[in-house]
Each structure stands twice: as structure tokens, then as C-alpha cells.
């Protein structure tokens, strides 16, 4: 018997335009009202988590989130937060540094904000995408996922842009690199090579990695609740379409990958369903008989 149904979100429960389609929401809330528990498990922090989660009635339902990438958990019917893990600004001051001196943009995430740099080589992109979409003079510099300027004041607020790597003043969560897909797989490669000591780096899109501390994970986390919960493997199903989604892939028996994943991530599940744009989740469960 399915006990739970963890997601990651861009890519996976969202369509490209951050939505959760209408035939996926009926499916997942109709589970819901059956017993099985939805778990929400992204790179996000909360605050960027929480909208969805009641779009999906999760605390009604008890759901849980796993939040960036695992270095804390949120019990939404208790409305309780459990953080395992941030680092402090001494230990990211090298690895930033040495992304600074890449042509990709740098940002170190704290709850509701981030610091963000970004080199002047990549002012004029910025720039002129800025004019071609006419965006407000207000609009955030900040890249994201899927292209070189993304709005996520929703979840961050509060943005500082910095120079150097003593401006970051508080605890971080995770710190996020973007860059288009080819010059960042070598940017993956030197990162994991020299730092892979001290971090956990992988790539979550095509165009962004992501570095959190040793240790912590999507999957571990996961394997934290099953345990809390006394779950088994074969009673959790795990969708994800990231390289950051394969511990949860490795820790449960039912795995999908989605079918706009990249073949590295795929050939890590047990089996792959439709793209986001096609209701995969949905198609994966009725395969399941749910």
C-alpha cells in the first residue's frame, strides 16, 4: 500500500510556467482524501514552497516539505519547521570567491533572500533582455532556472547584490551557479573536483547547479521522514526530473523520472513517465493502479 508521494517541484509537479496543471492537482488531491501523504521536496526554501502546498490542501492532509535540497524540513499540519543544517558565511568564502572569477552568476541563499553576483559580462545580456521584454526598472537582476532574469521576489525578497564574498553576513542555505548548459558542465566538473570535499554539488536544470553542505540530500531527508514515519521503501513513490533528485530515486522502490529529464537522470529511476507538460505524475500513478 502507497504511503507517500514525494515530488520535486520545477520540473516536475510544475509546468513551464509554474503552474500545477488541473488534471495533476484532482489526481493528487483525490490521493490525499485516500490517506496517502504528499511530501514536497525542492530546492526552495518555504516561504517559495508554501503557496503550492495549499493549492494542494497539504495541511488539511498532513503533508510535509523538504526544503533546499534537504538541509531542513517542514511538518505542515503542525506548522513546524525542523532545520538540520546552514552554513556559516567562513565556509562558502572560498568556493564563492573562486566562482566570482567564472563567467556565470553566483548566488548564496538564506530563507527569504540571497546574495547575488554576476560579472559585467553578463550586465549587457541582462541588459538587453530587460529591453526587449520591457521590464519595470524595478525588476530583479537576479537569473533563474530557465533564463538569464527570473522574478522570485515571492520567496526572496530581499536582495543584495555583492562584490565580494565578506558581504555575505549570515547563515546560508545552499548557493546557487547559473550559466547556459555547456559552459556550465565544465564550471560542474572543476566544482566537483575541487571542492566536492566539502560540498554536495549537482546539477538541478540544464543551465543551474546548486552546492549545499556534505552530507545532506533530497534522499536522506526523505529517508529521515520513512523512518519517522514508518514507512517502507516499496510504500513511497519518488518523481523528479533533476540530478539533485536522484538520492530520492535511490532511497524508495517506485522512482519515476520525468520525460523532459536529462538520460543521466532517467537511466537513475526505475522507470520514466510523460514531460511536466503532459501530466506525467499522472500518468506514472494510474500506472501504479492508483
Known amino acids: ?28 488531491i483525490e490521493l490525499e482524501k485516500k490517506g496517502v501523504r504528499l511530501i ?14 495549499r493549492e494542494l ?12 535540497d534537504g538541509i531542513a524540513w517542514y511538518d505542515l499540519e503542525k506548522k513546524e519547521r525542523h532545520i538540520l543544517k546552514r552554513m556559516k558565511p567562513e565556509e562558502i568564502y572560498s568556493i564563492f570567491q ?63 547584490y555583492i562584490h565580494s564574498p565578506q558581504e555575505i553576513t549570515i547563515p546560508i542555505n545552499k548557493l546557487q551557479i547559473m550559466q547556459e548548459e555547456e559552459p556550465l558542465l565544465k564550471i560542474y566538473e572543476d566544482l566537483k573536483e575541487k571542492y566536492g570535499y566539502g560540498f554536495e554539488i549537482f546539477r538541478t536544470t540544464p543551465r543551474q547547479l546548486e552546492a549545499l553542505p556534505k552530507g545532506f540530500n533530497k534522499g536522506k531527508t526523505l529517508l529521515y521522514l520513512m523512518n519517522l514515519n514508518g514507512w517502507g521503501k516499496d510504500e513511497v513513490i519518488a518523481f523528479g526530473d533533476g540530478e539533485n533528485d536522484v ?11 520525468m520525460g523532459n529529464a536529462r538520460e543521466f537522470v532517467q537511466e537513475k529511476a526505475s522507470q520514466v513517465t ?5 501530466d506525467g505524475i499522472v500518468r506514472a500513478l494510474e500506472t501504479l493502479g492508483l
Open 1 to 28: 500500500m502507497i504511503k507517500a508521494v514525494i515530488m520535486d517541484m520545477d520540473g516536475t509537479l510544475l509546468d513551464p510556467n509554474n503552474k500545477i496543471s488541473p488534471a495533476t492537482k484532482e489526481k493528487l
Open 98 to 160: 573562486y566562482l566570482m572569477n567564472l563567467n556565470c552568476e553566483s548566488m548564496a541563499c538564506f530563507d527569504d533572500g540571497l546574495f547575488d553576483y554576476f560579472p559585467e559580462s553578463l550586465r549587457s545580456v541582462k541588459e538587453e533582455i530587460r529591453q526587449q521584454q520591457h521590464l519595470p526598472i524595478d525588476f530583479p537582476w537576479t537569473a533563474g532556472p530557465w533564463g538569464w532574469l527570473a522574478d522570485m521576489r515571492d520567496g526572496y525578497p530581499n536582495i543584495k
Open 40 to 53: 514536497l521536496a525542492s530546492g526552495r526554501s518555504y516561504t517559495r514552497l508554501l503557496p503550492y502546498a
Open 57 to 68: 490542501e497539504m495541511e488539511k492532509y498532513g503533508g510535509l516539505l523538504i526544503e533546499v
Open 247 to 257: 538520492s530520492m530515486f535511490e532511497t524508495v522502490t517506485h522512482s519515476f523520472a
Open 274 to 278: 510523460l514531460s511536466n507538460k503532459e
